[in-house]
């Protein structure tokens, strides 16, 4: 099956530190990729979507320049969080879609714990 | 905006009853996927179902869609400790890139 992997699993981290999220689809090439965040016990915020070459597409309400986001591949997809604040804090899962009406591939998310 | 919106369900059932969920969602579909999240980890794709299509099996599971009520169910049969996670139902509205929108979700914890 397709498989979708993001790094770093965990991070912890002081406030005004930039945190750098990778996701990567291991064995397709990914025509979109998608970061969403999850607080606990919540569904899933689709932040925003992002595809191979050209610039993300944000979700209403979704700082740009807060949420960097770099599609350099077909198969990678960076989340950079500028300047993270504890309100940050937040579970945020990466996934990459074939396109085509196809399922997306979810990545095991990223713990973000913001001091 | 979420589209695919079930009301945040938590079920507790004996290991080898069945488990039905459900899911309303408010505007037109192209196709309902169905996932599921264990504690801690990202989703695992379970089921597709089209707009065109009203009922589907995979293993265990069976999905119903009927876009006259805008509804979906997900059941999971003969439930096995293992099955207990949070279902999402999610709907893909056909605007192109797959853009999902993801209801509140449904916790099950299947008692062994």
């Known amino acids: 099956g397709a498989v979708v992997s993001q790094h770093p699993s965990r991070v912890i981290c002081k406030s005004g530190t930039s945190v750098k999220i990778e996701c990567r689809s291991l064995?397709?090439?990914?025509?979109?990729m998608f970061w969403y965040r999850q607080f606990p016990k919540q569904s899933l915020m689709l932040m925003a979507t992002s595809n191979e070459g050209s610039k993300a597409t944000y979700e209403q309400g979704v700082e740009k320049d807060k949420f960097l986001i770099n599609h350099a591949s077909l198969t990678l997809s960076t989340l950079t969080v500028t300047s993270a604040h504890p309100e940050d804090s937040s579970f945020y899962i990466c996934?990459?879609?074939?396109?085509?009406?196809?399922?997306?591939?979810f990545g095991d998310g990223t713990r973000l714990s913001i001091l | 905006s979420q589209q695919g919106e079930e009301d945040p369900q938590a079920l507790s059932i004996q290991e080898g009853e069945n488990a039905t969920m459900n899911c309303s969602y408010k505007t037109s579909i192209n196709n309902l996927q169905w996932y599921r999240q264990n504690s801690g980890r990202g989703l695992v794709h379970l089921i597709l179902i089209r707009s065109n299509e009203r009922e589907k099996h995979s293993g265990r599971l069976r999905v119903t869609l009927d876009t006259s009520k805008k509804s979906s169910s997900l059941l999971i049969t003969a439930s096995r400790a293992a099955d207990t996670a949070s279902y999402f139902c999610?709907?893909?509205?056909?605007?192109?890139?797959?853009?999902?929108?993801f209801g509140k979700g449904n916790q099950v914890v299947v008692i062994p």
């Open positions: 996934s990459a879609s074939r396109g085509g009406g196809q399922p997306q591939h």
């Open positions: 064995d397709f090439q990914a025509t979109t």
């Open positions: 999610a709907t893909d509205g056909g605007y192109g890139n797959n853009r999902l929108a």
